[in-house]
């Protein structure tokens, strides 16, 4: 048998897609998703998931952005209205990389035009060992009431942000809270678990993707470096 990987090398892939209306650039996409540098099953593995996220990134931006690039620029001209220039990138953060456990998340920024730009996140924790993400319950004791925990450690940390006044929250995000939760919403850091919300769900735009983080111990996950 192989010696076990207990952190995984990896280096940026990158690749750019421009698309014209009329000889026009009308969208601009970017995306950048890691790629592990060695040959083990488990590189290989997880080098072919982010090259296929890659590839579906640029597809989407070509089926269902450019559409609606292409019609504002005709709108625009239509108008003499400045002629727009919509964005779309994909970028990734490496999280956790010890104990046999890689973690991450990836994240796509929308700009169309005016108004905030759109954020949609995903977290992936990968066992490097099986070569398999883990989920969100393998990080809890056997019987444990995880989602209960995370939900109110996520409420107990909305009341004190808003004492503090740091934050916005919207005014049904209690309801939103449990409604919109998924437990794939999450990633590993040093301090904790982290775990998230979708944009919008609990929040205005200004706020971005909300993120809470569970200490790790004491009633919170387990690290899982010795698994």
């Known amino acids: 048998m192989g010696e076990r990987l207990e952190a995984l090398r990896t280096e940026p892939f990158a690749a750019e897609r421009e698309w014209t209306v009329e000889g ?12 592990p540098v060695t040959e083990d099953r488990t590189s290989r ?48 953060r490496v999280t956790y990389n010890q104990g046999g456990l890689w973690s991450l998340y990836t994240q796509v920024r929308e700009s169309m035009g005016a108004g905030a730009a759109s954020l ?28 209960k925990q995370l939900l109110s450690q996520a409420e107990e940390e909305i009341r004190r942000r808003d004492r503090a006044g740091a934050s916005r929250w919207r005014e049904d995000w209690r309801r939103e809270l449990r409604r ?37 111990g004491e009633g919170g996950p387990e690290r899982r470096e010795d698994s």
Do not use: H
């Not at 026009?24 to 790629?35: D, F, N, T, Y």
């Not at 090259?51 to 609606?68: A, D, G, H, K, N």
């Open 24 to 35: 026009v650039p009308v969208l601009w996409a970017s995306a950048e998703v890691p790629r």
């Open 45 to 92: 593995r997880i080098r072919r998931f982010y090259q296929l996220q890659c590839r579906s990134f640029l597809r989407y931006c070509e089926r269902c952005i450019l559409p609606q690039a292409a019609a504002e620029y005709r709108s625009a001209l239509e108008a003499s209205r400045p002629l727009p220039a919509f964005r779309a990138e994909l970028t990734y």
């Open 120 to 147: 949609t996140r995903r977290g992936d924790t990968w066992d490097l060992g099986a070569g398999y993400p883990v989920p969100l319950r393998d990080f809890f004791p056997s019987g444990t009431g995880w989602k």
């Open 180 to 216: 919109r939760f998924n437990p794939q919403n999450f990633y590993l850091t040093e301090e904790g678990l982290a775990y998230f919300w979708p944009m919008y769900a609990i929040a205005p735009a200004s706020e971005g993707v909300p993120v809470f983080i569970l200490p790790y």
